[in-house]
T-cell receptor, first 116, second 115 residues
Framework: DADVTQTPRNRITKTGKRIMLECSQT?????MYWYRQDPGLGLRLIYY???????NKGEISDGYSVSRQAQAKFSLSLESAIPNQTALYFC???????????????FGPGTRLTVL | AQSVTQLGSHVSVSEGALVLLRCNYS??????LFWYVQYPNQGLQLLLK??????LVKGINGFEAEFKKSETSFHLTKPSAHMSDAAEYFC?????????????FGKGTKLSVKP
């Protein structure tokens, strides 16, 4: 089974709709991240969480919100979706900030979101 | 502020040829450096990383990268390309010992391998 899962894998929605993307992990990691990927722009950080009580904005948080329901779950919401939020969204996790896996992030398979 | 520049959004090589994907970074302190690969319709997978020690780092699938501090570079190479290497490759940097240690990604280089 995959260590980092994302649901749904694909979603088409309309402008103005509320959308939630979910991420679950079985790696036991404290740190979780949400990125969006656009062609030619690479990955940009939306939000990140270092533990259940610690949520931080990333580079492009406007129009998004997150919820860290448990150590293993981190959800991304678009309160009122707009077409320029059409993108590929990735969740990632990382482990202890010491030792051989320092800063190594593990990615989910992605959610392709289309906003019409 | 840290940044990553990947030269060439698309690189095309013939099967069996050398693969060279370029990455330059800017950082006020020696960073940690990473290369990730994204195969079609998949998430990102770590290829290799440099943290400390030997500046020539070997990764999976025959790839390697060399950290050159004087050139602020971390170019990715593979001596002989295989069709299965066709993918998008991302260079990333994070601060060393920073409180956040978040990754900053380059914009990616799409590698095509011709038969």
């Amino acid at each position: 089974d995959a260590d980092v899962t994302q649901t749904p894998r694909n979603r088409i929605t309309k402008t103005g709709k509320r959308i939630m993307l979910e991420c679950s992990q079985t790696k036991g990691h404290d740190r979780m991240y949400w990125y969006r990927q656009d062609p030619g722009l690479g990955l940009r950080l939306i939000y990140y969480s270092f533990d259940v009580k610690d949520i931080n904005k990333g580079e492009i948080s406007d129009g998004y919100s997150v919820s860290r329901q448990a150590q293993a779950k981190f959800s991304l919401s678009l309160e009122s979706a707009i077409p320029n939020q059409t993108a590929l969204y990735f969740c990632a996790t990382s482990g202890p900030q010491a030792g051989p896996f320092y800063n190594e992030q593990f990615f989910g398979p992605g959610t392709r979101l289309t906003v019409l | 502020a840290q940044s990553v520049t990947q030269l060439g959004s698309h690189v095309s090589v013939s099967e069996g040829a050398l693969v060279l994907l370029r990455c330059n970074y800017s950082s006020s302190v020696p960073p940690y450096l990473f290369w990730y690969v994204q195969y079609p319709n998949q998430g990102l997978q770590l290829l290799l990383k440099y943290t400390t020690g030997a500046t020539l780092v070997k990764g999976i699938n025959g790839f390697e990268a060399e950290f050159k501090k004087s050139e602020t570079s971390f170019h990715l190479t593979k001596p002989s390309a295989h069709m299965s290497d066709a993918a998008e490759y991302f260079c990333a940097v994070s601060d060393r010992g920073g409180s956040q240690g978040n990754l900053i990604f380059g914009k990616g280089t799409k590698l095509s391998v011709k038969p």
